[in-house]
């Protein structure tokens, strides 16, 4: 075939081209999840009502992941308990956010050298409004650093939790968990109510359940992968320094894995 034939063969199959977009699959309009695999049978039969609400500063780049835990939140507490803010620094003119971290009741979960395990809040104190960072790690350090009014409030931090449910997706560190999880192991300690952490991690199961079932495997930390000589990569001075920090610890599971706990 000569080049000119080439070339018009090319133009033709151009030409060929549908001119409308593929069928997208249908999406819940709960959890907007496609819905072969949407979650929301999972979800509690009433949203929860807690006495505290959830407030997430969100990283924008967060809503373009497909399999995040946020909405898991946002769709399993009764409307106006979990409150979602977008952006990377706030309050960015938003008097109802300003307002809501001016609050004396307004705890942010940071794992910063002035935070304290949130179990010694008094909880006399609440209901309270629990602010978390939606984002990684380093994303959650550039909206920290370029919010100056999230360094005065009052921080808290988890101490005793275990390794994350969200098993399909690589950790830092053993002991580090999702958005979802960090809040639900707060709240449960706010509330003082372990229904809430029942309840609330059943669409998180059932994620990652559908994922397994689709041939995606179950992930260890790079915590654990390193230390069994088993991670591919090359790892960061931070991380690396925070292993080191671990093996001078008890349970190496808990501080080192809290220092980046939600925020991966």
Sequence with gaps: MSDTQHEDQAWSDLANIPADPPKMRDLCEKCERPVPVCWCSALPAEPLVPKSRII??????????????????????????????????????????????????????????????????????????????????PQAKAIYASSPVLHSMRQV????????????RTQPTDGCLSTLETAIEALSVLEGDDSFRNQLLRPLHALCQFQLDK???????KEFLIKHNQYPKLIGKRLNKLLRNADNLKD????????????T
């Design 56 to 137: 997430l500063l969100q990283h924008p780049a967060e809503e373009k992941r497909s399999l995040r835990t946020a909405p898991m939140l946002s769709v399993g507490l009764a409307p106006g308990k979990c409150l979602i803010y977008k952006g990377k620094k706030f309050p960015k003119f938003d008097s109802e956010l300003e307002s809501i971290l001016a609050d004396k009741k307004s705890l942010l979960m940071y794992p910063s050298a002035s935070s304290i395990p949130i179990e010694q809040v008094d909880l006399r104190d609440g209901p309270f409004n629990l602010i978390l960072i939606d984002g990684t790690w």
């Design 215 to 221: 041939g995606a495997v179950t992930h260890q930390s």
């Design 252 to 263: 190496p599971t808990k501080e080192a894995g809290n220092e980046m706990e939600q925020l």
């Design 157 to 168: 931090k988890l101490v005793s939790c275990g390794n994350s449910n969200y098993i399909i």
